[in-house]
């Protein structure tokens, strides 16, 4: 029983790691405020001394994606926004199939996957990791206009902004090219194609923002050194504000309505958790009650079957002597060999045991 109890406690035990390792880096991202890795503000400030500006890394090439040349009237403004800032910036719209020759081209060993995503988001998510990858520059949302100039930004090998509730966004990003963070990102992206059912929670954690907060926090654990860390643009610094790179526009259209639910879960993560963690208590006392009485079960059966002879077997639950002649063994033996009394002969005090089938006088 002892041995038993034990092995249970060992697989629930594993199942707990291997569960929690799988969702480690989720549940890491709920306490993650990314100050450790954010750009000091000082540095990106209008007033900033020209001390405080970094030499460019990051090549002057502004990304954007659309899935053609004709740009929605209500993104135009946002769009001409960082242009008209940014005259000596390369700039680069990437259609859909611009994105799909260059795939085929520069990188045919995900062109299936390329193909094979269900939501056209996934196609516009991928291919800014990897023109960021191959070609380096700044990659932006068309619904993120441009508030002031980016050149601040090009000081840093790897940058993406913070987003809430928790993690990071992939609205705007800048990268030298081979990065290895993108390099990461990129050799990634087959390995977490997968559908959860809901559309959103699919794009988000296959492509997403969700993804590649993940991967942002395992690259972090391995502590690059100062010169390929991914470095954090803070709320104030990425948007909203007077002296902010970015403002909004209109967009998100690929959001379904299962992104409310989601939004509503992001705002109650708190309470998530606690009926998470009470949900698998429970189920776990469940578990222990119903193996429980499968073992208690299991003894007295064998207990049982080895005594049907009136040997006792070799057995680990069977308790010495615990074969001991009695009621119970007799009619076990009787049992065993087919030729019980009838109710008649029981009745009467007597047996005459009838002789068994086969077996000859």
């Given at each position: 029983?002892?041995?038993?109890?034990?092995?249970f406690?060992v697989?629930?035990?594993?199942?707990?790691?291997?569960?929690?390792?799988?969702?480690?880096?989720l549940?890491?991202?709920?306490?993650?405020?990314?100050?450790?890795?954010?750009?000091?503000a000082?540095?990106?400030?209008l007033?900033a001394?020209?001390?405080?500006i970094?030499?460019?890394?990051?090549?002057?090439i502004?990304?954007?994606?659309?899935?053609?040349?004709?740009?929605?009237?209500?993104w135009?403004?946002?769009?001409q926004s960082?242009?008209n800032?940014?005259?000596?910036?390369?700039?680069?719209?990437?259609t859909?199939?611009?994105a799909?020759?260059?795939?085929?081209?520069?990188?045919?060993?995900?062109?299936?996957?390329?193909?094979?995503y269900?939501?056209?988001?996934?196609?516009?998510?991928?291919?800014?990791?990897?023109?960021?990858?191959?070609?380096g520059?700044?990659?932006?949302?068309?619904?993120n206009?441009?508030?002031?100039?980016?050149?601040?930004l090009?000081?840093?090998?790897?940058?993406?902004?913070?987003?809430?509730?928790?993690?990071?966004?992939?609205d705007?990003?800048?990268?030298?090219?081979?990065h290895?963070?993108?390099?990461q990102?990129?050799?990634s992206?087959?390995?977490?194609?997968?559908?959860w059912?809901?559309p959103y929670?699919?794009?988000?954690?296959?492509?997403?923002?969700?993804?590649?907060?993940?991967?942002?926090?395992?690259?972090?654990r391995?502590?690059?050194?100062e010169?390929?860390?991914?470095?954090?643009l803070?709320?104030?610094?990425?948007?909203n504000r007077?002296?902010?790179?970015f403002?909004?526009?209109?967009?998100?259209?690929w959001?379904?309505?299962?992104?409310?639910?989601?939004?509503?879960?992001?705002?109650h993560?708190?309470l998530?958790?606690?009926?998470?963690?009470?949900?698998?208590?429970?189920?776990?006392?469940?578990?222990?009650?119903?193996y429980s009485?499968?073992?208690l079960?299991?003894?007295?059966y064998?207990?049982?079957?080895?005594?049907?002879?009136g040997?006792?077997?070799?057995?680990?639950?069977?308790?010495p002597?615990?074969?001991?002649?009695?009621?119970?063994t007799?009619?076990?033996?009787?049992?065993?060999?087919?030729?019980?009394?009838?109710?008649?002969?029981?009745?009467?005090?007597?047996?005459?045991?009838?002789?068994?089938p086969?077996?000859?006088?």
């Amino acid at each position: 029983m002892r041995r038993k109890t034990a092995v249970f406690a060992v697989i629930i035990l594993g199942s707990v790691l291997l569960l929690s390792r799988s969702v480690f880096t989720l549940i890491t991202l709920l306490f993650e405020d990314a100050l450790a890795d954010s750009i000091p503000a000082g540095d990106l400030s209008l007033k900033a001394p020209s001390s405080n500006i970094r030499s460019p890394v990051i090549p002057k090439i502004i990304h954007q994606t659309f899935k053609s040349d004709s740009i929605p009237e209500n993104w135009k403004e946002a769009q001409q926004s960082c242009r008209n800032l940014h005259p000596d910036y390369e700039y680069i719209l990437w259609t859909d199939e611009m994105a799909r020759n260059f795939i085929a081209t520069h990188y045919p060993w995900f062109l299936d996957s390329f193909d094979g995503y269900l939501y056209p988001i996934q196609r516009a998510d991928s291919i800014r990791y990897f023109v960021l990858a191959h070609m380096g520059g700044i990659y932006i949302d068309l619904d993120n206009g441009c508030n002031r100039r980016l050149d601040p930004l090009l000081g840093y090998s790897a940058w993406v902004p913070v987003t809430e509730p928790t993690g990071i966004s992939n609205d705007a990003m800048g990268s030298v090219p081979r990065h290895p963070f993108f390099i990461q990102v990129i050799q990634s992206l087959r390995s977490y194609d997968r559908s959860w059912l809901l559309p959103y929670v699919t794009v988000m954690y296959s492509t997403g923002p969700l993804f590649l907060s993940v991967l942002w926090k395992e690259y972090m654990r391995t502590q690059p050194d100062e010169a390929d860390r991914v470095r954090v643009l803070m709320s104030d610094e990425f948007m909203n504000r007077q002296w902010s790179f970015f403002k909004p526009y209109p967009g998100s259209s690929w959001h379904k309505n299962d992104a409310r639910v989601i939004f509503w879960m992001g705002d109650h993560w708190k309470l998530l958790v606690f009926c998470v963690v009470a949900f698998l208590g429970l189920a776990g006392m469940c578990l222990w009650m119903v193996y429980s009485k499968f073992i208690l079960l299991a003894v007295r059966y064998r207990h049982e079957d080895t005594c049907i002879s009136g040997i006792p077997l070799l057995s680990p639950l069977s308790p010495p002597n615990s074969c001991s002649p009695g009621k119970a063994t007799l009619r076990g033996r009787e049992r065993y060999f087919k030729f019980a009394p009838t109710d008649e002969e029981e009745q009467g005090g007597f047996r005459s045991f009838s002789k068994p089938p086969g077996l000859d006088d």
